[in-house]
């Protein structure tokens, strides 16, 4: 039947309390006590090891007194249901949730591209996408939309904002539309446009600059 805190019953081998190995112990299965979780300590490191029919290590993980490190070819996790929530390959990262949440003060930080269809803020919390010393770039083969629901866009720049469309028109679809802070020139003579410039209006909804009339 066993010895000391050993037993030998029809599941297996029943080990009772703490137990140590000096070496190595091979088991197709190793199961907690229904009422108790297993536990696996170690004084310097823990490492579980998968190797293949060569012997050869296929997979490790090591949890360390400072980290907690995996060796493979492919990181998971799943949900109970089976659906992966969190994937890592040599390729990629996979995040398989609904809603990533960064929940830092200092936002996300990415020192390349992010590719993602849809960026948004969390409710009645502003969404601000910021490059503090470089420059901040969108693309989108088929247009890229910006929407605020209850409340303004802004675009703030210290140089020049650029709204360039190498094949289309710029569509400003407003009730007004306002240039507060164009400059306004004095009456003069005839002839002096003082280098200014009027912005005329064709019939089609074209505009063009020409030369501000003396009277302009």
């Known amino acids: 039947t066993g010895m000391g805190h050993l037993r030998v019953t029809k599941e297996g081998l029943r080990l009772e309390g703490e137990s140590e190995f000096l070496f190595p112990l091979y088991a197709k299965e190793i199961h907690s006590r229904v009422d108790s979780s297993l536990l696996l300590q170690s ?8 190797r293949n029919s060569n ?18 070819q492919q990181f998971q996790i799943n949900s109970k249901d089976g659906k992966p929530l969190f994937t890592v390959d040599e390729n990629e990262v996979v995040i398989g949730t609904d809603k ?32 503090p010393t470089r420059s901040l770039s969108m693309d989108a083969p088929r247009g890229i939309n910006i929407k605020a629901q209850a409340g303004n866009i802004e675009a703030l ?3 020049d904002i650029k709204l360039h469309s190498s094949d289309g028109v710029l569509l400003l679809d407003a009730e007004t539309v306002r240039l507060p802070k164009l400059p306004e ?20 909804g074209k505009l063009y600059l020409s030369v501000a009339g003396g009277g302009s």
Do not use: W
């Open 157 to 159: 720049s210290q140089m």
């Open 43 to 50: 004084t310097h490191n823990v490492t579980v090891n998968a």
């Open 100 to 131: 990533l949440r960064v929940t830092g003060p200092e936002g996300a930080l990415f020192e390349h591209s992010v590719e993602t269809p849809l960026v948004k803020a969390e409710a009645f919390k502003q969404l601000r996408l910021e490059s």
């Open 185 to 204: 020139g004095t009456r003069g003579g005839s002839g002096i446009s003082q280098g200014l410039y009027e912005i005329c209006v064709c019939p089609d």
């Open 55 to 72: 012997g050869e290590v296929t997979g490790r993980l090591n949890v360390g007194p400072k980290m907690v490190e995996f060796h493979g």
